[in-house]
């Protein structure tokens, strides 16, 4: 399993992996070892198909030479890619012998099955009727670091049509799991050690699933739900849109200690013109409010956001808003990309393309004042006492590593038991993109 993007590509191919063990299959890190390669791929951005075939050329040699060994290799497309370039792939690459879209990875086994009957290759990329997680077995061995924090998915989709997004189109109308269902796999993960949750969904706060009394629930309050869980100590959830943060959602960042103070609140962009031509529906303002009343429910909560710059039509003028925008709200952490045309998506045929030399000039620009809050931020908590959950080994020997409420790793010298156990640490450094700390006797509030 080779697995590009998101952290819920990270999900799904755990779900592959889970749907194929009844088959016989073992996950190896050997391509050459493999009887099936399934590449897990992303559309998101960039040349994706491009770094796909490339992939796959080199993947034929394998398997060609595997063949003449007398051993049989299937060669599988999964993700996004496959959902948007579906026929092509097998035109380019028809070594190829399963192309599946992220909608039917249920429906492997039965493709597996066809391509080894028929010979042919087998393409599988509607939306069916169904959703694959009535399907999929049960999630057997949760995707983690040293079993510490799992992802969970319970929403996929995303209704908003932003115009550079191909998630839409590759992913599908907005679905939401039941909530027995996401109660069931979150009890399952907590049993077997897992201490934070990461609920994911391309618009995870726009979770509406049907709960156990007939009624449709939030996300909030799956969130209360989930906080009754013994053992689970970290609830964090991603992606979210700033017009589906409902007034309970924010409030249960008020209520629930175990909702994590970081939240990951995509803005695009800080100009209002940019925002209408992106179709985000929210101003630059709605936004700055949006965070006001997210920082009075939880006064430590700490941002993160995705920019894209060089979006058609952009100009100085709103580049600087996007500017002022990160200036006015200071983020912990943020993501920044030149815009980049996906066929298909209404951005892609607008006039007012942005020339490259810009973008990189305005990127530049943006990251450098994004570094510099990050920066800030992570020196903000020298001198406070937080507490780490421990996942695992850091790289020097007797060091340790684990998470601070806001997602910064944090590095201490400590013995590998701390693994799973949440610890009082004192911050002490910061490095360029982590924390270190020693372990104290007891958590003082900042
Ligand atoms: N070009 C650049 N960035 C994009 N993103 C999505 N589509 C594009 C695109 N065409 C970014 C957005 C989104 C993140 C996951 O990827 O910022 O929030
Ligand atoms: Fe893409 Fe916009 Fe949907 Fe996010 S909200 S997945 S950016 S269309």
């Known amino acids: 399993m080779i697995t590009w993007g998101c952290q819920m590509n990270v999900y799904d191919s755990a779900r592959m992996t889970d749907v194929l063990r009844p088959l016989g299959y ?3 890190t050997d391509p050459a070892a493999a009887e099936m390669i399934i590449l897990n791929t992303c559309h998101i951005r960039d040349r994706a198909a491009e770094k796909v075939f490339s992939e796959l050329g080199r993947l034929r040699l394998i398997k060609d030479e595997r063949e003449a060994q007398g051993h049989k290799t299937v060669l599988a497309v999964a993700g996004c890619v496959a959902q948007a370039e579906g026929e092509q792939i097998l035109k380019r690459a028809p070594y190829v012998d399963i192309v599946l879209g992220p909608q039917t990875y249920h429906r492997l086994p039965e493709m597996v ?5 028929a010979g042919g290759s087998v393409i599988e990329t509607d939306f069916p009727a169904e959703q694959k997680f009535d399907f999929l077995p049960e999630a057997e061995a949760p995707q983690t670091v040293e079993n510490v924090t799992a992802f969970l998915t319970v929403q996929e989709g995303c209704d908003k049509f932003c ?18 269902s996401v109660l069931a796999e979150a009890r ?13 969904g391309q618009n995870v706060n726009a979770y509406h699933g049907e709960g156990p009394d007939g009624g449709t629930w939030t996300l909030a309050q799956l969130a209360y739900a989930l906080a009754e869980i013994p053992g689970l100590e970290r609830i964090r959830y991603t992606t979210s849109h700033p017009r589906d943060m409902g007034d309970d959602l924010i409030a249960a960042h008020h209520d629930l200690p ?3 103070p970081f939240l990951h609140l995509p803005v695009q962009s800080g100009s209002d013109s940019i925002l209408r031509a992106m179709n985000r529906g929210h101003t630059a303002d709605d936004y700055r409010r949006l965070v006001d009343r997210l920082r ?31 200036r006015d709200v200071g983020f912990a952490q943020a993501f920044s990309f030149k815009y980049s ?9 607008a006039p007012l393309q942005v020339k490259e030399a810009l973008k990189d000039e305005r990127l530049y620009a943006l990251q450098a004042l994004l570094r510099e809050q990050q920066d800030a931020f992570n020196d903000s908590v020298i001198g406070d006492v937080a507490p780490v959950l421990f996942t695992g080994h850091g790289r020097k020997p007797g060091q340790m590593v684990g998470r601070s409420p806001w997602l910064q790793p944090v590095h201490v010298d400590g013995p590998a038991d701390l693994v799973g156990t949440i610890r009082p640490v004192l911050i002490t450094q910061r490095l360029s993109n982590s924390l270190v700390g020693n372990l104290v006797e007891e958590c003082v509030p900042a």
């Open 258 to 260: 175990a909702l994590m």
């Open 296 to 326: 009075t429910a939880r006064p430590d909560l700490a941002l993160s956001s995705d920019f894209i710059i060089g979006h058609p039509g952009e100009t100085d003028a709103d580049f600087e808003a996007t500017m002022q925008l990160i």
């Open 26 to 28: 073992t996950p190896v």
């Open 341 to 349: 045309i996906r066929p298909g998506t209404p951005a892609a045929g």
């Open 163 to 180: 115009s550079f997004c191909v998630v839409p189109y590759t992913r599908g109308a907005e679905a939401s799991r039941p909530v027995a």
């Open 113 to 117: 099955a066809k391509a080894a009957r």
């Open 188 to 200: 399952r993960i907590v049993a077997s050690g897992v201490r934070e949750l990461t609920l994911l």
